[in-house]
């Protein structure tokens, strides 16, 4: 069974900019979940994505945003960067029945503002 | 809300000894408990769960933690620890009916020969 695939492995974009991220999530989960992982700051959780809706967010800015595509797959895409946007972007995915179901994670994105 | 705190950063340990990680939680509704362990440049690997039943749970690979409603404790223990168990171990709690984790700042394991 594959995993969850996210793309790209790196991604260096400049201040002001725009960055889209990309997930697959295991076959037949239907949620998705967005989480930061900054040096310092430790694991935050930015959103949650099921069956093509947004469930849940947490408490980050507006030019974080995202959608979720009928295959399930789903885009973060993050404007108007900040050097302080520079961390690696988890994705999970899993069953969605009522949090009892793990979270299955990606490898993730690095994401380096200059 | 729930929180988690994982109050060692760092854990160093010589290999074959054995090891607690220890995670508090708090919460004033029932939660589903988790470990994950992340290696160097990867994302994080699901380690062991609590959802109910029995408070002592085991992973495949020897680590085991003990869900402690009193103390709102899960700590993980290994009693012999390898070289390649070093890593950085979250603790994580979600609520019932809820699927956000919400994840302790990370233990880094360190095992040395």
């Known amino acids: 069974e594959a995993g969850v695939t996210q793309s790209p492995t790196h991604l260096i974009k400049t201040r002001g900019q725009q960055a889209t991220l990309r997930c697959s999530p295991i076959?037949?989960?239907?949620?998705v979940y967005w989480y930061q992982q900054a040096l310092g700051l430790g694991l935050q959780f930015l959103l949650w994505?099921?069956?093509?809706?947004?469930?849940n967010r947490g408490n980050f800015p507006p030019r974080f945003s995202g959608r979720q595509f009928p295959n399930y797959s789903s885009e973060l895409n993050v404007n108007a960067l900040e050097l302080e946007d520079s961390a690696l972007y988890l994705c999970?995915?899993?069953?969605?029945?009522?949090?009892?179901?793990?979270?299955?994670f990606g490898d993730g994105t690095r994401l380096s503002i200059l | 809300a729930q929180s988690v705190t994982q109050l060692d950063s760092q854990v160093p340990v010589f290999e074959e000894a054995p090891v607690e990680l220890r995670c508090n939680y708090s919460?004033?509704?029932?939660?589903?408990l988790f470990w994950y362990v992340q290696y160097p440049n990867q994302g994080l690997q699901l380690l062991l769960k609590?959802?109910?039943?029995?408070?002592l749970v085991e992973s495949i690979n020897g680590f085991e933690a003990e869900f402690n409603k009193s103390q709102t404790s899960f700590h993980l223990r290994k009693p012999s620890v390898h070289i390649s168990d070093t890593a950085e171990y979250f603790c994580?709690?979600?609520?019932?009916?809820?699927?956000?984790?919400?994840f302790g700042t990370g233990t880094r394991l360190l095992v040395s020969p």
């Open positions: 999970a995915s899993s069953l969605n029945q009522g949090g009892n179901q793990p979270q299955h």
């Open positions: 076959s037949g989960h239907t949620s």
């Open positions: 994505y099921d069956e093509g809706e947004e469930r």
């Open positions: 919460s004033s509704v029932s939660v589903y």
């Open positions: 609590y959802l109910s039943g029995s408070t």
């Open positions: 994580a709690v979600s609520r019932t009916g809820f699927q956000k984790l919400v």
